[in-house]
């Protein structure tokens, strides 16, 4: 009987995201695909240096050998190289010992029929368009930034930090519609005047409830992932979040409410693997310090 992915956390992540390939990306868009391809061949025996994906995905990953712990994580190279060119990052996850065995590798394809063929919960890539298509089919995912000139080594990976906005990230935007149209007062008198009512669930609620299941099956004292929320909002439009992952009977081990002050210096002192955010605004002063992944979330008119 084929084996399934149903209780795993799968995390599906493009050669991009998880390895630093801006030089090769750049022949890509000066010079097209088949120098492209002719260059990784050339060089397919060098190893790549880790990109803005690689210390989560090491860190999730090495969930799997904690003692006694069944495997609860899976990881999936989801690209569009070609096989062919496929081989310079087969060879540097081995460098680098990440249990990784799995792919698709859809030559210049769209990626999005596959995540859901493989079940996936968390999808990573440099690609707005198969991004986009993931969160169009309810899958949480991120357009993460990719500049070679971010160096975001962790040496610890004993305790995995991701952090989340709250608004057309964790819930829907339906409360920030309301900003867009009528300014903060209206947003905290409709926030205020629905504190009891949970808010929406927006494209990474079910992402975070599987995260909150993880950090069930560990003892208080040994639970190896931390979550933030860092939102915008404060009071008194924080009683409504509080209440809401409430009624999800999710955790949040962090939450800061700004304000609208900046997200970035908050990040940083969090020590971040990762933070998802709808607005640019945020995530490109973030990716300064953490690695950052925007959610292309359509926004209620």
Not at 114 to 129: G, K
Not at 249 to 257: G, L, M, P, W
Request: net charge negative.
């Amino acid at each position: 009987m084929p084996m399934n992915l149903e209780s795993r956390l799968v995390v599906g992540v493009s050669s991009r995201a998880l390895f630093n390939l801006t030089k090769e990306n750049k022949i890509f868009e000066d010079e097209g695909v088949e120098a492209y391809c002719r260059y990784q061949v050339e060089h397919e025996e060098e190893v790549l240096a880790p990109g803005p994906g690689f210390a989560l995905i090491k860190a999730l990953l090495d969930l799997n050998n904690l003692s006694g712990r069944k495997e609860r994580v899976e990881v999936i190279i989801m690209s569009q190289n070609s096989p062919d060119t496929s081989l310079r990052v087969f060879n540097t996850i081995a460098h680098y010992g990440l249990n990784i065995s799995r792919a698709v590798l859809a030559s210049g394809a769209s990626l999005a029929p596959y995540l859901e063929a493989f079940q996936t919960d968390l999808f990573l890539s440099a690609d707005e368009d198969d991004v986009q298509s993931a969160v169009d089919a309810g899958i949480a995912a991120g357009m993460i930034y990719c500049d070679g000139a971010k160096d975001y080594s962790q040496t610890d990976y004993s305790k995995i930090r991701i952090a989340f906005d709250g608004d057309a990230v964790l819930f829907s935007d339906e409360s920030e519609a309301i900003f867009r149209a009528g300014g903060l007062k209206a947003f905290e008198e409709n926030e205020y005047r629905n504190a009891l009512n949970p808010l929406p669930a927006g494209p990474f609620a079910k992402f975070l409830k599987i995260i909150s299941d993880l950090q069930s099956e560990f003892p208080p004292d040994q639970v190896p992932i931390r979550t933030a929320l860092v939102t915008a909002r404060c009071a008194p439009a924080h009683e409504r979040v509080i209440r809401t992952l409430r009624a999800w009977n999710v955790r949040i081990d962090e939450a800061f409410f700004l304000g609208g002050l900046a997200k970035k210096d908050v990040l940083k002192a969090f020590g971040a693997h990762i933070f998802f955010d709808d607005q640019e605004t945020y995530t490109i002063p973030a990716a300064q310090f953490v690695p950052s992944a925007r959610v292309p979330y359509r926004h209620i008119a």
